[in-house]
């Protein structure tokens, strides 16, 4: 009996144990863009230029920003679609280049604050993070944001070639997350 006890004791303290090993409440964060290319088919007819089957991370699209083009197309929304205002911002996608010849790309992360506040504008460079070519590479990066933000202010993601003669580029699997 003294046994059972004991074996019960310790099976609860060690369910107690991991019990605070488990991950952070998922409430804390909130996904404002994901993007994996594949919700344009069906939708739009012919599809848009900047889709290419060509180089693909995951599904059969991926965003291809060719040589001569300086933005791709925008992504929008609200930080209100956090139910939230989010603190902080994990940008996270697949990247392919064919050569180290891509010269200064970015993935632009802007936020337009309506004149309360200086809009926020940073980027993650792309030639910067990635260090292998002719293959996929996951790039990643965290945006800290003023106390100030609202809920109203009005999120805008873009890549941004300001080189006409830099190299192609496929993107693929975007995410962009906001977190308390």
């Given at each position: ?10 099976l609860a303290g ?19 863009v994901e993007s ?16 290419s089957t060509e ?126």
């Amino acid at each position: 009996m003294k046994k059972r006890a004991y074996l019960g004791a310790v099976l609860a303290g060690w369910g107690i144990l991991l019990a605070g090993c488990q991950r952070a409440d998922r409430s804390s964060e909130c996904v404002l863009v994901e993007s994996d290319f594949e919700q344009f088919e069906g939708w739009v007819t012919p599809l848009p230029a900047v889709l290419s089957t060509e180089h693909v991370h995951s599904g059969r699209y991926a965003e291809h920003l060719a040589d001569g083009m300086l933005y791709g197309p925008p992504h929008l929304t609200a930080l209100s679609k956090c139910g939230f205002v989010p603190r902080r911002l994990r940008l996270r996608a697949w990247v392919y280049l064919p050569s180290g010849r891509i010269r200064s790309t970015n993935i632009i992360v802007e936020i337009d604050c309506h004149g309360r506040r200086p809009n926020i504008w940073t980027g993650l460079e792309i030639e910067q993070t990635v260090r292998r070519y002719q293959k996929w590479e996951r790039v990643q990066k965290y945006i800290q944001l003023p106390a100030d933000m609202e809920a109203s202010d009005e999120l805008k993601m873009y890549l941004w070639h300001p080189e006409t003669n830099g190299e192609n580029l496929w993107l693929d699997d975007i995410q962009l997350t906001g977190e308390r």
